[in-house]
């Protein structure tokens, strides 16, 4: 899973075999390590079971896991859309949330490629 935070908004992207564990296990996390103490480490996860909502976000202490509503993650694992989002009032502003499929790159970078989604515009010509 990849994580892109930029200004007020926040991307997770799910590649084919952690879309799988997600809706198996209803969560899936990375954590990152920025020294070798456990205080020094921010968790970051996906998790299924909203209710009464499609997306939200909880913040606690070195953890910050982006809520899905089972429901919404079944449609979007079977269907064709690309993601899930969803926009938060926080504070004095907005939190933009996208949980989106990894696709393959276009350029054929075998490498980066490996348990991707399909690119929808593969074979396209640009």
């Not at 879309?19 to 990375?30: F, G, N, P, T, V």
């Not at 989002?85 to 926080?90: F, N, Y």
């Not at 502003?93 to 989604?117: P, W």
Request: with cysteine.
């Amino acid at each position: 899973m990849k994580l892109r935070i930029k200004g007020n908004s926040l991307r997770l992207r799910v590649s084919p075999s952690e879309m799988a564990r997600l809706l198996q296990d209803e969560r899936i996390e990375e954590t990152i390590h920025f020294g070798e103490r456990e205080d020094e480490q921010l968790t970051y996860a996906l998790e299924l079971g909203l209710v009464g909502q499609i997306v939200s976000i909880r913040y606690q202490s070195r953890e910050i896991t982006v809520l899905l509503s089972t429901e919404a993650a079944h449609e979007w694992a079977q269907g064709d859309h690309v993601g899930i989002a969803g926009d938060l009032s926080v504070g004095d502003g907005r939190l933009e949330l996208l949980v989106e499929k990894d696709f393959a790159c276009l350029d054929r970078r075998e490498k980066e490629s490996e348990d991707r989604f399909p690119h929808p515009k593969t074979g396209a010509v640009c």
